[in-house]
């Protein structure tokens, strides 16, 4: 019989011969794999970043994924929202992901939330992820979604494209000294350029929301990262990166010491 009896404490062997690549790096290998095993993520947004992201956390074998999206399929989401399908056009969106994750990776769970998260629904399903991907598309979104993961003390991995353009920033809220979305952004208000007006390169979205799924790996198997606490801007056209420390905001109304109770 194998070493690796099917149990919580330790992987299958189908487990491990499926994630076989992962116990092979010494920062993974099998303690790290039933972490991610164990985990909830939680992935705000099905669309160009979702997309790839849920596609290689599902991959990874993260156990429990929660998908929450509102809109549904369209043709012109296929030039960059990999997950899709043809046959899915008209259909919602964390809906048509479940089948395809579940069908890439039977072993993980994936939960559809096919709504608008008010402000309960959110602290509800932000409190019960280890990991929040805000993979979402405008200003109001990420404001909440950061307010809601600095009060639940659940780390974010946040990622924004448009044209050539991406962004991406990790926000370990476990840590008491962790700057915040909204010190790096205190007044932010929603961009005129977006991927309806001004267009998408796919793997630009295609790149963000890959790093994302790194770093949610890298922040449940407790990997060290560079990019805690950390801006970085992607240009698609030279390849080159543009990285920026996030210092916390002592007057900061979300996190800093004088922050609002809500």
């Not at 007006?197 to 890298?218: D, H, R």
Request: charged content about 20%; aromatic content about 6%.
């Amino acid at each position: 019989m194998s070493q690796y009896q099917h149990s919580d404490q330790a992987l299958s062997d189908d487990e491990c011969l499926r994630y076989s690549r992962h116990l092979l790096l010494k920062d993974l290998g099998e303690a790290g794999q039933l972490k991610l095993k164990h985990a909830q993520v939680l992935v705000i947004g099905m669309g160009g970043l979702g997309a790839p992201a849920s596609l290689y956390l599902a991959a990874a074998g993260i156990g429990r994924l929660v998908l929450a999206d509102f809109d549904e399929v369209d043709s012109s989401n296929l030039q960059r929202q990999v997950l899709y399908r043809e046959d899915d056009i008209g259909q919602p969106k964390v809906q048509a992901a479940k089948q395809h994750l579940q069908g890439l990776n039977a072993n993980i769970q994936v939960r559809a939330v096919n709504r608008k998260m008010d402000e309960m629904l959110l602290a509800m399903e932000v409190a019960q992820a280890e990991v929040v991907l805000d993979c979402s598309d405008n200003i109001a979104t990420r404001y909440a979604v950061n307010q809601a993961c600095v009060k639940a003390k659940v780390p974010l991995v946040s990622g924004a494209a448009v044209a050539f353009d991406g962004q991406l920033m990790v926000f370990d809220f476990r840590k008491a000294e962790q700057g915040c979305y909204h010190c790096l952004f205190p007044n932010a208000s929603e961009q005129q350029l977006n991927c309806s007006n001004a267009g998408i390169l796919g793997p630009v979205v295609g790149t963000i929301g890959s790093l994302q799924a790194l770093e949610t790996i890298k922040l449940i198997a407790n990997i060290p990262s560079a990019q805690v606490g950390r801006f970085s801007s992607f240009d698609a056209h030279s390849l080159e990166w543009f990285h920026l420390k996030v210092n916390a905001d002592l007057t900061c109304p979300v996190c800093g010491t004088n922050k609002e109770t809500v």
